[in-house]
DNA sequence: ACGTTACGAGTCTGACCCGTATCGTATTGC
DNA sequence: GCAATACGATACGGGTCAGACTCGTAACGT
């Protein structure tokens, strides 16, 4: 359990800092050009990384190993509600959906959809993502219960799907090209609080 | 312009319409199994319809041409509101998204989300698949401004992704494996029609 | 009967890729 | 200096696939 204090300090040259970095970001370069998942080759990846293959089949068992890595460095930092309004914090919220510190994620997150239905491992990554995320929303939604901005009788999980899935298939999908995506947030939020019923 | 009646009644044998059918029948088939587009090779088509490589390229120039047809096929018959109650109808075509009388559809639609981006015409395909079913939602909701159950300032296109994403998130990506599927059509629908502001 | 075209099955070339191994070189501890 | 391990580069055998091609056969019009 003492992982860190042993240091076994194993003899011979040590591993370059440098080619970890640079074989995961030309990972994750690749992927945000377009390329998808199963297209992605050892071989491209070290042509990009300017390494050589075994310094990569030295690090990682292949390439769902690596893949499993580099997305975990995509997470990225998540956006902080400032907590004054729950409405605003809905806009910002709803707003960051898709997006990242790394403008990459954007483009490599369609890529995930058919891996995460097929590979356990990826669809547990994808659930670490975004668990965290909805947890931030989700204690926005309860304060507002709490501060009686919000019905005491909603369905918190439902109303997170509610909010969080107009900007999904729209960032991810391209579902409605008519729709503005900078002004979504807002009127996905103002939407969801108002409801459409007549009264 | 008249193309059905010149019928230049080509000589020899005609083109086989089982291997058509087999073809196609094939490509979906192994998509639906979990190949992923770019996974999938025209020979394993080929094997997996009885047909011999040759007899696919007589009829489409590549794998690119060959999907756009095989997925158009796919676009099966929408549902149909019954047009009493707008509530039900909703929940009728919310539960309907996704799903198709082809079961392999809901198979086949994640593996869709990397190429609509990537590919001008599979987005073109996806639109056209879609955009009759977003008609017929907007249709529902219109109705229900003209009979005075939803509001007349609601925006039809936001209420409709409102309506939309939370399903298709779920069935696409599993945004939430908490989630209940089977129920979510109605409380989508609900908690748009309500709203969650407190009154 | 005969020319024409399609058929399933198979072959062939040229890509591309995986994962391993082997170069000569570089960087560490001893 | 020396063993140990890393590095980039490259070569290798084994595999899959695209497309074009070749068979012998089958189905059509005349």
Same mark, same amino acid.
């Given at each position: 359990m003492t992982s860190t204090a042993d240091a076994p300090r194993s003899p011979g040259r040590p591993r370059s800092i440098r080619a970890d970095e640079a074989i995961i970001e030309a990972t994750l370069d690749l992927l945000a050009e377009g390329s998808t998942i199963e297209a992605l080759s050892i071989e491209a990846i070290a042509a990009r990384a300017g390494v050589g293959k075994a310094t990569i089949y030295r690090r990682w068992a292949g390439k769902d190993a690596l893949l499993l890595d580099a997305l975990r460095r995509l997470k990225g930092v998540m956006a902080q509600p400032a907590g004054h309004s729950v409405r605003d914090d809905l806009v910002l919220l709803v707003g960051a959906?898709?997006?990242? !510190? &790394? +403008?990459?994620a954007a483009k490599i997150m369609p890529c995930l959809a058919p891996a995460v239905n097929r590979s356990a491992d990826q669809f547990q990554l994808y659930q670490n993502i975004i668990s965290p995320r909805r947890q931030l929303m989700r204690e926005v939604l309860r304060r507002g219960i709490d501060e009686g !901005? =919000?019905?005491?009788?909603?369905d918190v999980e439902v109303t997170m799907a509610l909010l969080t899935g107009p900007m999904l298939i729209q960032r991810? =999908? #391209?579902?409605? +090209? &008519? =729709? &503005?995506? #900078?002004t979504l947030p807002e009127r996905v939020v103002d939407a969801v609080l108002e409801g459409i019923r007549a009264r």
């Open positions: 959906i898709g997006k990242n !510190v &790394d +403008p990459r !901005v =919000l019905r005491a009788d909603i991810v =999908l #391209q579902w409605n +090209p &008519d =729709l &503005d995506e #900078q």
